[in-house]
Structure formats: C-alpha cells, structure tokens
C-alpha cells in the first residue's frame, strides 16, 4: 500500500475515471493511517490535505459500491451511492476536483 502511495502523482486524481479493481486499490491504500501518507504526496501544503484524502476515500468507496450495484442490477442503491458520491464531491475544496 506504501507502494501505492509513493507512485501518486501530486495533484488532482479523477476518481471516475478509474475501474472497480483500481478503485479497491485507492481505497485499500488510503484508509486507516494512510491518508496522511496520501495527502502528503498527493496535496503537500494545502489546507485539510488529509480530510479531502479521507473524502476522496469514501467518494472511491461508494462509485466502486455504485458498480456493484449497477452489474446487480440493483438501479436504486446504485442511485442512493451516487447520491452519496455527490455529496463527498461538493464537499470537496477545489484543488481536489476534477
């Protein structure tokens, strides 16, 4: 998960872009103490560097729980997760958005 880590690249990541196993990558690598490892490489000097890598964690988790979901064909919780990613998203500051 260091790994991981050390190859992001500073700046904006788009979450959306990424598939349901990259996903699970991102999120098993931010979690936990890992956030302010993320934040550090990711946002070195911004302001709540490690709340936006928290954010971003729980956006990456709710489009990868969204996929699931839709492959199900459970529409509905894929929405309700959608709606959640939305709000992670707005909350984020605008050198975190894509």
């Known amino acids: ?16 872009e990424m598939n349901q196993d990259d996903l699970r990558e991102f999120i098993r690598a931010t979690r936990g ?11 070195d000097g911004e302001s709540f560097a490690i709340r936006t ?21 459970d529409i509905q919780s894929a929405i309700n997760h959608e709606d959640l990613c939305d709000g992670y998203y707005d909350d984020l500051p605008v050198y975190a958005k894509w």
């Open 1 to 16: 998960m260091i790994e991981y880590i050390e190859n992001l690249k500073p700046g904006v990541i788009n979450l959306d």
């Open 33 to 43: 103490q890992n956030p302010a490892l993320a934040a550090q490489r990711m946002f």
């Open 53 to 73: 890598m928290r954010c971003l964690n729980q956006y990456a988790r709710h489009k990868e729980i969204t996929m699931a979901c839709r492959k199900r064909g």
